[in-house]
């Protein structure tokens, strides 16, 4: 089992800037990649990136050149740096977890796939 918890999110103003960090806990040592989704009100669960063990990154076209995942050294602590920060921005972003998008490429922007989630944590961009 990996527990995980977001923390980070708040309101902004459009081209701002935030940082969302997920914290890990439990069987931290096995090999996931941790993911970052967000769902708006009315809207299906959408991926925004993720960074494999190897540290190898995927990005949504959407927020591609202004989010920034990462991990720490110890690979118990993710990050979302996220800049120019848009109205449609605006959702509850979700940590993940997951062994399938470690190993398949077509599992990474798969919500299903992820094994392990967070609680979320809201992102506000005013216009």
């Known amino acids: 089992q990996v527990q995980l918890e977001e923390s980070g999110g708040g309101l902004v103003q459009a ?5 969302l960090s997920c914290a890990a806990s439990g069987r931290t040592s096995t090999r996931y990649a941790m993911g970052w989704f967000r769902q708006a009100p009315g809207k299906e669960r959408e991926f925004v990136a993720v960074i494999t063990w190897g540290g190898i990154t995927y990005y949504a076209d959407s927020v591609r050149g202004r989010f920034t995942i990462s991990r720490d ?8 740096q ?13 940590c993940a977890a997951g062994y399938a ?18 609680q979320g944590t809201q992102v506000s961009v005013s216009s």
């Open 101 to 118: 998008p470690q190993q398949f490429q077509e599992a990474i922007s798969d919500w299903t796939r992820y094994d392990y989630w967070g």
């Open 15 to 19: 081209g701002g800037s935030l940082r």
């Open 82 to 94: 996220m800049s120019s920060l848009k109205f449609e921005d605006t959702a509850l972003y979700y």
């Open 73 to 80: 050294n110890a690979k118990t602590t993710g990050y979302l």
